[in-house]
C-alpha cells in the first residue's frame, strides 16, 4: 500500500495529554465552597498526581518491551527449552531486520495461558531506548523477508491507558472513512504510529481511488 497523502492529522497524542492535564486541573481549583472544600479539593489534587505517577512508571516499564504476535511457538514440554527456543528465534529476527550487532535480549516470555494450536504473543526486553528505536525502525525490512518472517506483527508494549486511546483511534478513523465513503471523498483514515522506542499514534488521511483501490 503507498500513501499519497498526510495532509490532514486529526489528533495528536501529546494535544490530548495536554487537554487532559488542563482538565483535571480545572477541576480541582474549582473555588472553595460548602460543596468543594479545602480538604476536598487536596484530595482530588492527590489523587490526579498518583494517577499520573501510576501511569508513567507503567510507561516506563513497559517503553524497553517489544512484542512479536503471529510467531510460531515450540511445544516441546520443557519450559527451558521453549525460552531457548525463542530466543533463537529473535535473534533470527534481528537478522531479518539487518541489525548488527545484535541488542542483548531479557526477559523473553510468553504472554497468557498456553493451550494447544494457539500461538501466544512473544515479549522480549532491551537495554535502551536506542535499541527499541533501532529495532522500530527496522521493521520494513520485513516486507522483503521469507515466510514465517514476513507474517510476523511486532509491536509496542502498552499501557491500559495507550489500549483505550489506540481502540478510540481506530474506532474514529473507522468512523471518518466510513464518513468519507458516504460523501465519495477519496480518503481513508489510519492509525498512525511514529517510529522510534515510544509509542506516539495519530490519525493520518490516505488518499485513494473512489473504486477504493490505492494509489
Known sequence: IREESEESTLQDVADDEIT???????????????????KEIMGIVKQCLAENARDNQQQEERVLNVIIFKAKESNDPDRK???ETDKK?????????????????TNVVR?????ENKDRPLRFHVNTPEEKANIMDS?????????????LVIRHELT???REKQRAM???ADNLTEQAKQAKKPFLYRVRVAPGPYWEAKIIRVRTTLAGNHQ
Open 20 to 38: 487532559k492535564v488542563k482538565k483535571t486541573w480545572a477541576h480541582a481549583a474549582r473555588p472553595l465552597t460548602p460543596q468543594y472544600p479545602g
Open 160 to 162: 491500559p491507558d495507550q
Open 139 to 151: 521493521l520494513y525490512n520485513l516486507k522483503d523477508a521469507d515466510s514465517p518472517d514476513k507474517d
Open 89 to 105: 528465534m529473535i535473534q533470527g529476527l534481528m537478522d531479518v531486520l539487518r541489525i548488527a550487532p545484535h541488542p542483548p535480549i
Open 111 to 115: 504472554l497468557g495461558k498456553k493451550t
Open 170 to 172: 481506530v474506532k474514529e
Open 81 to 83: 527449552i521453549r525460552i
